[in-house]
């Protein structure tokens, strides 16, 4: 029997303590050439890496490659006989700290999300015991089709995790859109992002943390509602952040279809005056980030029946009234205020000039702006293009996931916290 090799041993290490076993699952794209590049940074980075590939996987890139990167022979076929005997699918399920599948196609995704184990790597997903990380790689309307996102939605509400995919041109010309594999620096900040983080990478321990999310629903009539295009995801991205980062973190979300992040307590409201009254009663808190689109205005007398179409009657005329500003009003307690407030400013133009009057308006610490006119795909989208307010100036960051975005803001809100408190402490 082959003994896994003890971590670290297949490079010149430099962090012995950090290294992990890393069972790479390659799909059959394009983009499996990326793979081979992910596997030299894993080894430099003195992670252990073992590579199963699809049948369709050898089409683009050899085993012979791979095994000369790993230097360990590459699992390929789920009854062969040496390989089982060796070391079987339950054990390469097991001997791993994470799996990733990269490049995953929709083929992969539509069968793991179906239970399917008929080869090897579709076997060991469903033995694993162990975090998954799948990086989806195929043409955007395979991507966009309602089957994939039916599967991608049930793989997240399994406690799958997602890196990707980025969007721009696909190798087949002329196609653009999300469905590229992301870059090697991005897979690689995913990966490690899913290896259980030490105390000492917890600075949130012992930190309350509140996040809003998504739209608000404003009733019209019992079946009629006023809304907005939010997802949701920007602002579960951080509370799934906050709460890996260690804290306690209470999540007040308007109505959305993506799985709630694990590990973090969850509030679900309809209008905005539910969400000011679920934020109150989530107080107090260090860190408050109100992500949530929440409507500005709610129709004032809601009808509580159906409004009816009535053939000579003119369209009926809703009133609208002002609702509550949760951030505001937050951002402005005299007691109880959180340390530090964070709003966002979705806006479709000028977008840094009303970011920079929401941070006085609103009293806010920090502003997290960005564009959400629709030739941007950020509202919905996987992605997000930031600015960050703070009182010190203005920063842009490129474009990266929503995932990305919060692990950055929350680690530099919890960096900022230690400072205000190595301060006080002073
Ligand atoms: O909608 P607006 O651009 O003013 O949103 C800016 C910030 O204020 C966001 O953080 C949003 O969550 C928050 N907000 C709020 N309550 C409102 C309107 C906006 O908390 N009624």
Redesign the pocket.
């Known amino acids: 029997m082959i003994k896994s090799p003890p971590l670290g041993s297949s490079s010149g290490l430099t962090n012995l303590a950090s290294a992990k076993r890393i069972l790479l699952l390659i799909g059959g794209g394009i983009a499996a050439y990326k793979c081979l590049d992910l596997i030299r940074r894993l080894r430099e980075r003195g992670h252990h890496v073992r590579v199963v590939m699809t049948k369709a996987a050898q089409q683009f890139v050899t085993p012979l490659s791979v095994a000369a990167l790993t230097n360990e022979r590459v699992f390929t076929d789920l009854f062969d006989l040496d390989d089982e005997r060796e070391i079987g699918h339950i054990r390469l399920a097991r001997d791993a700290d994470v799996i990733v599948a990269a490049p995953a196609t929709a083929d992969l995704i539509a069968r793991m999300a179906g239970g399917h184990a008929d080869d090897l790597a579709t076997a060991i997903l469903l033995a694993t015991d162990k975090p998954v990380l799948v990086a989806p790689a195929m043409n955007p309307r395979m991507w966009l089709n309602p089957a994939t996102r039916r599967n991608v939605e049930q793989l997240k509400r399994d406690g799958v995790h997602f890196v990707g995919p980025a969007v721009g041109e696909m190798a087949e010309r002329g196609e653009a859109g999300p469905g590229r594999l992301v870059e090697v620096p991005e897979l690689l900040a995913a990966i490690e992002s899913q290896f259980a983080i030490p105390a000492e990478g917890k600075p949130l321990a012992g930190c309350r943390v509140l996040v809003?999310s998504g739209p608000t629903h404003e009733p019209i009539d019992p079946v009629r509602y006023i809304a907005n295009r939010s997802s949701g995801k920007q602002g579960h991205e951080l509370a799934a952040a906050a709460a890996r980062l260690g804290a306690d973190v209470t999540l007040v979300s308007g109505p959305v279809s993506i799985a709630a992040p694990q590990g973090v307590h969850v509030v679900r409201v309809s209008t905005?005056e539910e969400?000011?009254g679920a934020v109150k009663a989530a107080l107090p808190a260090d860190l408050a980030?109100?992500?949530?689109?929440?409507?500005?205005w709610r129709v004032s007398t809601p009808n509580t029946s159906k409004i009816k179409k009535s053939g000579s009657d003119a369209p009926p005329e809703l009133t609208l009234t002002?609702?509550?500003?949760?951030?505001?009003?937050?951002a402005q307690l005299r007691k109880g205020r959180p340390t530090l407030v964070?709003?966002?400013?979705?806006?479709t133009n000028d977008v840094l000039a009303?970011a920079k009057k929401?941070l006085k308006s609103?009293g806010?610490d920090w502003?997290?702006a960005n564009d959400v006119s629709s030739r941007t795909g950020i509202m919905g989208g996987e992605h997000n293009a930031i600015h960050l307010l703070t009182s010190e100036g203005t920063e842009s960051w490129p474009e990266m996931s929503k995932a990305e975005v919060a692990t950055k803001i929350v680690t530099r809100a919890a960096n900022h916290l230690a400072t205000l408190k190595r301060a006080a402490a002073e």
């Open positions: 809003t905005a969400m000011l980030i109100f992500a949530a689109a929440v409507a500005d002002e609702n509550p500003d949760i951030l505001k009003t937050i964070v709003g966002f400013a979705a806006e009303h929401k609103k806010a502003i997290v």
